[in-house]
């Protein structure tokens, strides 16, 4: 079996207090949520699950999440509406939207909200990996 921290060796060179700052997975799918958790964890990173970007909301994790990677299309609030409203209210967290269903117009729509990544499902585990590091790296809290 590969070591996780093989895939992407920048990881091992990042602190550990970086990859301790909370990754927080927000889709609908539950085998996608459980997966992309998993290989967080497996690379040292903090990472918390959740079906819905309200119950991401609701959860006391909102406020320390350094790093989201959310799903676009999900029943509720999407993961775009969720990158538009976290930064009218002045709380910004970098994101990662991730899609089965990728159009130009998305993508254009996703990057202007101010993803720092739009992958299209299914993506490789390094070019998630290299999203989270450029998220992690842009947030300062």
Do not use: W
Request: aromatic share 4%; with cysteine.
């Amino acid at each position: 079996m590969t070591n996780p921290s093989s895939l992407y060796s920048g990881v091992a060179d990042m602190p550990v207090r970086e990859r301790q700052r909370l990754i927080a997975i927000i889709d609908d799918d539950e085998d996608v949520r459980q997966a992309i958790r998993d290989l967080m964890r497996a690379l040292g990173f903090a990472a918390e699950v959740f079906s819905s970007a309200e119950d991401f909301l609701r959860s006391s994790h909102a406020g320390r999440a350094a790093c989201l990677i959310a799903d676009v299309n999900m029943p509720g609030m999407s993961g775009l509406d969720l990158c538009h409203h976290l930064s009218e209210g002045g709380r910004a967290i970098p994101t990662i939207l991730i899609t089965a269903y990728p159009t130009a117009d998305l993508r254009s729509l996703a990057l202007a909200a101010g993803a720092v990544r739009f992958l299209t499902k299914p993506f490789l585990e390094a070019d998630l990996i290299e999203g989270v590091q450029v998220a992690l790296g842009q947030d300062r809290s």
